[in-house]
């Protein structure tokens, strides 16, 4: 069993940052790969970016590539998301997820979600 809880979301401008981190605890031998995910109103789930907790190989989809981050400290058991030239379209919950092989379709286990606010 793993939990996962986001913390760092809030409201920003248009070309703001922010830093969403995700702390872990638990264990279940399965998971091997950590990510972002976000879900707008009224739109499906939207995979972010991942990243392997071994090696710390990362993926970003192409709406957030050149603009996000993704990092972890292992020593911290917990996973940023550095978040730079926020858009508006960016507005959304993002959710942290526990993943196998950093498939986005593998997320066995959720966090609760952090708001991210960009305005115009």
């Known amino acids: 069993q793993v939990w996962l809880v986001e913390s760092g979301g809030g409201s920003v401008q248009a070309g703001g940052s922010l830093r969403l981190s995700c702390a872990a605890s638990g264990y279940d031998y399965r998971i091997d790969c950590m990510g972002w995910f976000r879900q707008a109103p009224g739109k499906e789930r939207e995979g972010v970016a991942t990243?392997?907790?071994?090696?710390?190989?990362?993926s970003y989809s192409d709406s957030v590539k050149g603009r996000f981050t993704i990092s972890q400290d292992n020593a911290k058991n917990t996973v940023y998301l550095q978040m730079n030239s926020l858009k508006p379209e960016d507005t959304a919950m993002y959710l942290c997820a526990a993943l196998e092989a950093c498939r986005w379709s593998s997320a066995s286990y959720w966090g609760q979600g952090t708001q991210v606010t960009v305005s115009s």
């Open positions: 990243i392997y907790t071994r090696g710390g190989v990362t």
